[in-house]
């Protein structure tokens, strides 16, 4: 089994956000669309309705998933991947104002290289 090691930069991180997700749990920061033109060139005004982001940047991640023998499975994905992620498969959480979701690892779709 791969012994899993925490870079430095994932340690700078969770001293900046002050947030460890358990288990198989990962907090993402969210990719927001700055789209504000239609493909067709329409402006798009603020208060229209935005859909939700499906992708982020990881943050953060739990140790990995206990299975029933007391073995714990580590998480696919790091700290510094973009990931899709199910559209309503997230809790939302706001640290300093900022806005980060916390997603099991089931959800996470890809990673995007």
């Keep these: 089994m791969k012994k899993k090691t925490k870079t430095k930069s994932s340690k700078q991180i969770k001293k900046q956000v002050g947030i460890q997700p358990l288990a198989d749990r990962v907090l993402v920061k969210p990719e927001m669309a700055d789209d504000t ?5 329409i402006i798009i005004p603020d208060t229209a309705k ?8 990881v943050v953060a991640v739990g140790e990995g998933k206990r299975t029933e023998r007391g073995e714990v499975l580590p998480l696919r994905v790091q700290v510094g991947d973009t990931i899709m992620f199910s559209k309503y498969g997230y809790d939302e959480v706001k640290i300093d104002d900022e ?4 997603v099991s690892e089931s959800n996470i779709l890809a990673v995007i290289k």
């Design 37 to 41: 033109k239609s493909p067709g060139g």
């Design 99 to 102: 806005e980060y979701y916390i």
């Design 50 to 57: 935005q859909e939700k982001p499906e992708r982020g940047t």
